[in-house]
C-alpha cells in the first residue's frame, strides 16, 4: 500500500442510528475504494467492519472499527463507530480523531436515538456533519419526512444537496444539485445526465437554496453571490467545504449502501469537501497550548485513542498522528509517564483486514502492537517537551453501577484481572474498590453495555460472575444526648483485661457550645474520611483513666464509627465526651479499654435517638417533551422532589434531588419511558434524615443480615 501524504487524507466518522445500514455502508466504502473484491453482509457474517465474536453472535456494531477507502487518489480513513446509546464512550473518542462525522439516517424510520446522540456531540465537540438518508430501496423509505425531522430537530442547517427520483422499492435514481445532474446508479456504475423536466424547478429552487447557504461561509463568496446572483461550480464546491468546515451547513445526501446505490457519490463529496487534516480551519492544541498543525516535517506526536486486544496479535494501540510521522523502528517517548517506547509495526487496517506499511503521515490514523506501557489517552512523541501532551478523550460518565462478585470464590482474582482488561479497553467503564461498601463496583453505560461484559465473560473467560445492586453509603448519626458506660472485664489465667469507661455523647453542629456538666480537659477534632466530623472531649478528673490509655478508646470508638451500630454504615457529627472510667494496676491495658470505648460508644449511639441519613443527588433528566409527564411521575414514585424544568426546542430538561438509593437502573426505566431518547446526569448533593418507615426496614434488613452471619 503507498504511503499517503496529509495532504491526500480524509478522516470521518460514521455514526448515527442501531438500524440505520452504517456496517454496510463502510462495506460499500471499502468495496468502491478496491480494498475488498466482495462485499459481505450482516445476515451472511462476513463484513470487515462487524468481525468480532459478539458482533457476529449479536448482528450489531459492540466497537468502533478502522478502516479505510482510497478514492480519487486519497485514502477516506473510516471509524465505523456502533449506534447504541450504550456505546456512546466510542462515539466521543472516534469524534476526537476525525474532520467530520457522517451521520447515516434510515429512511424508513427518519430520527432515531443514536442520530441524536451523534448530533449532541458534534455540538459539543465541534465535529462537523454530513447526513445521508440511507435505505431508499425499502419499501417504507419517505426522503421528505426524513429531512422534515433533520429541519426540525437540528435546524435550517441541514440542507439537501440530493433528493430521490423514485424512491422505494425501485429506486436508482437521484438529482445531484452540486453537479446539477441526474445520476443513475445499475450494476454498481452510475450514468450521468440531465435533469429531467419534471424536476428542473425543484432543482433549482434548491440549488438557490444551497448556494445562499453556502456563500454564507466566506464573506468574498458572499459578494460575488450579491453581484452575480448565483455562484460558478468550484465557487460553490469552495463555499461548501468552508461551511461544512465551519458547521455553518448539514448537507443531505442519498443512498443504498445495500444496494451500493450512491456510496460511490458519497466518497466523492467526502474527497471533496472534507478538508486534509491539515487544512482544517482549527488545530488541535496540546495541554500546554502548542498548536498541532498535522504537519510531516515537525517532531512526532500521536495520540492513542482506542486500545484493543486481538487473539493472535495481543494488544493493538489505535493511533492518531497530530504531527511528524510514525515509522517502524522508531522510538518515541509516552508524555503520560516517559516511559520509551519502540514502534515494532504499523498497521493500516481494513477492518480484520490489516496490512503493514514502513511509516505514516501527519494526520493518518493507523495501528501499532505489543507497547510496553501505553493506554488509551497516552502521547507518544518525539519533541523536546516530552511532558507535553494531547488533551485527554473526556468519556462519558457512568449512569448504570452494579457490583460484582465471582460465584466460585476460587475465580476471584481471574475475576478481577477480566475487570480490569475490559475497562482498559473500554474507558467508558469505571472500576471502584469501596472500602466503605467492601463491594466492588462497576459504572457503566446501561443494561444492554452490562449484557456485553456478560456476553464477554460467558463466552471468552469462560467466568461465572454474579452482578448485583450496589449497597448504599448510609450515613448514621444522632439526634440527642446520651450517657452510657461499660466495664470490660476478663480473666483467664495469667493477666487478665480491665477497662470502665463512662461517656457523654452528643450531636455535632457547626457553631455548638461545649457541654458544661463535665470540665473539659483537651479537645481534639477529626476531620473524617467519609465525611462530618468527631469531637473528642478528654473530662478526665483526678486520674481515673490514665492518659496513655485515651488513644485505645479512641480507637475503639473510630472502629465503631467505621461500621455504625445501625446498620454497619459510616457514623458522622458526634461529640464524645469522656468524664469518668475505671483501671486496674496490672490487668489494665490498652486492649481492655479500646473495646470498653467501642462498647460503651455503640449503647450511648442507641439510646441518642440515632437516624440514619442516605445521599441525596442532583438529578437533571433531559426528555422529549411528549414524555415529560411520564417522567415526572416515576421520579416522584422514587422519593424525588422536582425542582423546576426548562425547555429547549423539543426536549424539556427536569431538575430534581433524589435519594441514591431509588435511582438503581434508572437509565432501563428512563429509556423505556422516553423510548431511549432520554438522558440524564446524577451529581451528589448532600446527606438528609430517611423517612421513618425507610429506616425501620433498614434496621430490620440488617438484623436479619447479621442473624444469617452468625
Known sequence: MKIYQTSDIRNIALVGGAKSGKTTMAEAMAFN???????????????????????IDRRNSVMTTPLYSEFGGKKINILDVPGFADFQGELVAAYNVVEAAVV??????????????????????????????????????????????????????CTILQFPVNQGLGFNSVVDIVLNKQLTFKDGKCEMSDIPAEFADKAEELRMALVEEAAAADDALMEKYFEDGDLSHEDLSKALRLA??????????????????????????????????????????????KELKNDSANPTVAFVFKAAKDQHLGEISYIRIYDGELAEAQDVVNSCNQSKERISQI?????????????????????????????????????????????????????????????????????????????????????????ELRQTIL??????????????????????????????????????????????????????????????????FEGMPNQTKYPIRGTDVYELDWGGKLIFNNCIVGGSIDARFMPAILKGIMEKMEQGPLTGSYARDIVVNIYDGKMHPVDSNETAFKIAGRTAFKEAFKQASPKIMEPIYDVAVTVPTESMGGVMTDLQGRRAIVMGMDAEGKYTTLRAKAPLAEMNRYSTSLSSLTSGRGTYTMTYAEYQQVPTDVQQALLKAYEEQQTEED
Not at 33 to 49: A, C, L, Q
Not at 262 to 281: H, K, M, S, T
Request: aromatic share 8%; with cysteine.
Open 33 to 55: 475504494g478496491g480494498v475488498i473484491n466482495r462485499r459481505g453482509t450482516i445476515e451472511d457474517k462476513n463484513t470487515i467492519s462487524d468481525y468480532r465474536d459478539i458482533e
Open 104 to 157: 447515516v439516517v434510515n429512511a424508513q424510520s427518519g430520527i432515531e436515538v443514536g442520530t441524536e446522540i451523534a448530533y449532541r456531540y458534534s455540538q459539543k465537540l465541534g465535529t462537523p456533519m454530513i447526513f445521508t438518508v440511507n435505505h431508499l430501496d425499502a419499501e417504507k423509505a419517505n426522503f421528505d419526512d426524513c429531512v422534515n425531522q433533520l429541519k426540525d430537530y437540528f435546524g435550517a442547517k
Open 244 to 289: 461544512i468546515d465551519k458547521r455553518d451547513l448539514y448537507p443531505i445526501l442519498c443512498t443504498s449502501a445495500k444496494e451500493n446505490m450512491g456510496v460511490a457519490r458519497l466518497l466523492e463529496f467526502i474527497v471533496d469537501n472534507v478538508p486534509a487534516p491539515n487544512a482544517v480551519e482549527e488545530n488541535k492544541k496540546t495541554i500546554a497550548g
Open 347 to 435: 498497521l493500516v487496517c481494513a477492518g480484520k483486514n490489516r496490512q503493514r506499511v514502513e511509516k505514516a503521515c501527519a494526520g493518518d490514523i493507523v495501528a501499532t502492537i505489543k507497547l510496553k506501557d501505553v493506554k488509551t489517552c497516552h502521547t507518544l512523541t518525539t519533541a523536546k517537551n516530552t511532558d507535553d501532551q494531547v488533551p485527554a478523550i473526556e468519556f462519558p460518565t457512568p449512569i448504570y453501577t452494579v457490583a460484582f462478585k465471582a460465584v466460585n470464590s476460587n475465580d476471584d482474582e481471574k475475576v478481577g484481572a477480566a475487570m480490569n482488561d475490559l475497562v482498559a479497553t473500554d474507558r467508558s467503564l469505571t472500576l471502584t474498590n469501596s472500602r
Open 443 to 508: 459504572g457503566c453505560q446501561g443494561e444492554l453495555h452490562l449484557n456485553t461484559l456478560k456476553w464477554y465473560f460467558e463466552n471468552v473467560y469462560k467466568l461465572e460472575v454474579n452482578f448485583f445492586a450496589p449497597k448504599v453509603p448510609y450515613r448514621e448519626t444522632i439526634t440527642k444526648s446520651a450517657e452510657a458506660m461499660y466495664r470490660h472485664k476478663k480473666q483467664s489465667g495469667g493477666s487478665g483485661q480491665f477497662g470502665e469507661v463512662h461517656m457523654l455523647i452528643e450531636p455535632y
